[in-house]
């Protein structure tokens, strides 16, 4: 399941589920705009698996739930904790990330 968190409440999703996957992206980002399909389609894969789009710049709270220094950042959390992050551009990457928590 693909969403596009629209308020600062990532905190609240991963709390409530499982397994969350994140990526923090931005509106200028050219590396994001290229994988936001990427990762729409590893969601498509994984339909009972929330995966959100998060906007680092209108969402601070949530960008403090990862290390967030770079942009494409993904985040995997379990059970209401951080389990792994990445910067990437490349799906192997991205798969690779995924894969450790589903």
């Known amino acids: 399941m693909f969403t596009e968190i629209e ?3 990532l905190a609240e999703v991963v709390a ?3 397994t969350v996957i994140v990526q923090y992206s ?12 990427k990762f729409k389609m ?7 698996i929330p995966f959100l ?3 680092a710049e209108k969402f601070p709270e949530s960008r403090k ?12 959390f379990k059970n209401g904790k951080l389990v ?5 551009n490349k799906l192997e990457v991205l798969t690779e990330l995924v894969n ?3």
């Open 26 to 37: 931005a509106t200028w980002c050219g590396n994001c705009r290229i994988m936001k399909p």
């Open 84 to 88: 792994n992050q990445t910067q990437t």
């Open 42 to 48: 590893l969601a498509s894969q994984n339909e009972s």
């Open 16 to 18: 409530s589920n499982d």
């Open 53 to 55: 789009m998060v906007d």
């Open 7 to 9: 308020q600062d409440n």
């Open 65 to 76: 739930l990862a290390t967030v220094d770079n942009l494409p950042t993904f985040a995997t």
């Open 100 to 102: 450790e928590v589903i």
